[in-house]
Nanobody
Framework: QVRVVESGGGLVQAGESLTLTCGVSGTTSMFNAAGWYRQAPDKQRELVATIRASGNTHYADSVKGRFAISRDNAWSAVYLQMNNLKPDDTADYYC???????????????WGQGTRLTVSS
């Protein structure tokens, strides 16, 4: 059973940077990708970044050029570096491990508690 624990959220001002960390424990051999999602108040959960075992990354248009996803080689941690933060980035952020079918990411690990980011203007 894979367990993820997100951390690093907080209150920042617009334009600042922050890095989120996802600690992963358990057997990860069945996964070959990871993703960060976010859910803003009264909005649907949104996939913002993914990374494959190959290192290939993909970003939602809303964060492209500002966010960077990375991981360690053992899949024990997944990171989300966020730069030039905007008030629209305010949300609860969640990480998952999963797999890809073609270009589609499928989250497969149990959802963690998330970490809250608030960006003030």
């Amino acid at each position: 059973q894979v367990r993820v624990v997100e951390s690093g959220g907080g209150l920042v001002q617009a334009g600042e940077s922050l890095t989120l960390t996802c600690g992963v424990s358990g057997t990860t051999s069945m996964f070959n990708a990871a993703g960060w999602y976010r859910q803003a108040p009264d909005k649907q959960r949104e996939l913002v970044a993914t990374i494959r075992a190959s290192g290939n990354t993909h970003y939602a248009d809303s964060v492209k050029g500002r966010f960077a996803i990375s991981r360690d080689n053992a899949w024990s941690a997944v990171y989300l570096q966020m730069n030039n933060l905007k008030p629209d980035d305010t949300a609860d952020y969640y990480c998952t491990l999963g797999t890809f079918t073609g270009a589609t990411y499928h989250p497969a690990s149990r959802w963690g508690q998330g970490t809250r980011l608030t960006v003030s203007s």
